[in-house]
Protein backbone atom coordinates (compact mmCIF):
# COMPACT_ATOMS: atom_id res chain seq x y z
CA UNK A 1 0.00 0.00 0.00
CA UNK A 2 1.39 3.45 -0.86
CA UNK A 3 0.13 6.25 0.81
CA UNK A 4 0.02 9.90 -0.60
CA UNK A 5 -0.96 12.54 1.38
CA UNK A 6 -2.14 16.13 -0.18
CA UNK A 7 -2.01 19.09 1.38
CA UNK A 8 -2.05 23.39 0.39
CA UNK A 9 -5.57 24.13 -0.77
CA UNK A 10 -7.83 26.28 0.43
CA UNK A 11 -9.63 29.26 -0.79
CA UNK A 12 -8.53 32.16 -2.93
CA UNK A 13 -9.62 35.17 -5.49
CA UNK A 14 -9.98 34.66 -8.98
CA UNK A 15 -6.50 35.69 -10.57
CA UNK A 16 -4.74 34.24 -7.31
CA UNK A 17 -1.95 31.41 -6.56
CA UNK A 18 -2.03 28.11 -4.62
CA UNK A 19 0.80 25.20 -4.35
CA UNK A 20 -0.52 22.02 -3.79
CA UNK A 21 1.96 19.26 -2.20
CA UNK A 22 1.92 15.10 -2.15
CA UNK A 23 3.79 13.95 0.17
CA UNK A 24 4.77 10.09 -1.00
CA UNK A 25 7.46 7.32 -0.22
CA UNK A 26 10.57 8.28 -1.38
CA UNK A 27 11.11 5.36 -3.27
CA UNK A 28 7.35 6.00 -5.17
CA UNK A 29 8.13 9.23 -6.21
CA UNK A 30 11.81 8.51 -7.37
CA UNK A 31 10.47 5.16 -9.04
CA UNK A 32 7.20 6.23 -10.85
CA UNK A 33 5.14 8.84 -12.70
CA UNK A 34 3.01 11.29 -10.71
CA UNK A 35 -0.28 12.71 -11.29
CA UNK A 36 -2.64 15.31 -10.09
CA UNK A 37 -6.54 15.01 -11.35
CA UNK A 38 -8.83 17.34 -9.90
CA UNK A 39 -12.87 16.61 -9.74
CA UNK A 40 -15.48 19.50 -9.34
CA UNK A 41 -18.83 19.12 -8.13
CA UNK A 42 -21.31 17.25 -9.69
CA UNK A 43 -18.67 16.29 -12.65
CA UNK A 44 -16.65 13.92 -13.41
CA UNK A 45 -12.77 13.18 -12.84
CA UNK A 46 -10.64 15.05 -14.68
CA UNK A 47 -6.48 14.93 -15.51
CA UNK A 48 -4.27 18.13 -14.70
CA UNK A 49 -1.25 16.68 -14.88
CA UNK A 50 1.62 14.54 -14.44
CA UNK A 51 5.15 14.36 -14.20
CA UNK A 52 7.74 11.14 -15.23
CA UNK A 53 10.08 9.77 -12.31
CA UNK A 54 12.64 11.58 -13.36
CA UNK A 55 11.23 15.02 -14.38
CA UNK A 56 11.89 15.22 -17.75
CA UNK A 57 8.72 14.32 -19.22
CA UNK A 58 6.03 16.70 -18.20
CA UNK A 59 2.04 16.87 -19.71
CA UNK A 60 -0.71 18.91 -19.00
CA UNK A 61 -4.43 19.12 -19.77
CA UNK A 62 -5.65 22.09 -21.94
CA UNK A 63 -7.30 24.09 -19.49
CA UNK A 64 -4.32 24.26 -17.12
CA UNK A 65 -1.81 25.04 -20.00
CA UNK A 66 0.34 27.68 -19.22
CA UNK A 67 -0.74 28.50 -16.02
CA UNK A 68 -0.12 25.19 -13.84
CA UNK A 69 3.52 24.25 -13.53
CA UNK A 70 3.71 20.40 -12.04
CA UNK A 71 7.07 19.58 -10.30
CA UNK A 72 8.92 16.80 -8.24
CA UNK A 73 11.55 17.09 -5.29
CA UNK A 74 12.58 13.60 -5.19
CA UNK A 75 14.65 13.89 -2.37
CA UNK A 76 11.60 14.85 -0.18
CA UNK A 77 9.32 12.33 -1.68
CA UNK A 78 7.37 15.25 -2.84
CA UNK A 79 5.32 16.31 -6.10
CA UNK A 80 4.13 19.85 -6.32
CA UNK A 81 1.27 21.85 -8.36
CA UNK A 82 2.11 25.38 -8.82
CA UNK A 83 -1.16 26.90 -9.87
CA UNK A 84 -1.41 30.40 -11.30
CA UNK A 85 -4.00 32.65 -12.60
CA UNK A 86 -6.68 30.43 -10.80
CA UNK A 87 -10.11 30.63 -12.45
CA UNK A 88 -13.73 29.94 -10.67
CA UNK A 89 -13.52 27.13 -13.08
CA UNK A 90 -10.65 25.52 -11.26
CA UNK A 91 -12.85 25.25 -8.16
CA UNK A 92 -12.33 21.25 -7.88
CA UNK A 93 -11.19 18.50 -5.32
CA UNK A 94 -7.72 17.71 -6.42
CA UNK A 95 -6.24 14.09 -6.04
CA UNK A 96 -2.37 13.23 -6.36
CA UNK A 97 -1.93 9.99 -7.60
CA UNK A 98 0.98 7.24 -8.64
CA UNK A 99 1.17 5.24 -11.54
CA UNK A 100 3.50 2.20 -10.34
CA UNK A 101 3.56 0.55 -13.77
CA UNK A 102 5.41 3.13 -16.09
CA UNK A 103 7.90 5.97 -15.25
CA UNK A 104 6.17 8.27 -18.24
CA UNK A 105 3.43 10.51 -17.56
CA UNK A 106 -0.23 9.40 -18.87
CA UNK A 107 -3.53 11.15 -18.73
CA UNK A 108 -5.57 8.59 -18.12
CA UNK A 109 -7.01 7.78 -14.79
CA UNK A 110 -6.96 4.22 -14.95
CA UNK A 111 -3.31 3.86 -15.34
CA UNK A 112 -2.85 5.11 -12.19
CA UNK A 113 -2.60 2.39 -8.93
CA UNK A 114 -3.15 4.80 -5.79
CA UNK A 115 -4.50 8.10 -4.92
CA UNK A 116 -4.53 10.39 -2.17
CA UNK A 117 -7.49 11.71 -0.06
CA UNK A 118 -7.97 15.24 -1.90
CA UNK A 119 -7.69 18.69 -0.84
CA UNK A 120 -10.41 20.83 -1.48
CA UNK A 121 -9.21 24.23 -4.05
CA UNK A 122 -12.13 27.27 -4.57
CA UNK A 123 -11.33 30.21 -6.13
CA UNK A 124 -14.39 32.53 -5.98
CA UNK A 125 -14.78 35.63 -8.07
Known amino acids: QVQLVESGGGLVQAGGSLRLSCVAP????????MGWFRQAPGKEREFVAAISASGRNIIYADPVKGRFTISRDNTKGTVYLQMNGLKPEDTAVYYC??????????????????WGQGTQVTVST
Open 97 to 114: AADLRLSSPRGQQDAYDY
Open 26 to 33: RRTVSTYA
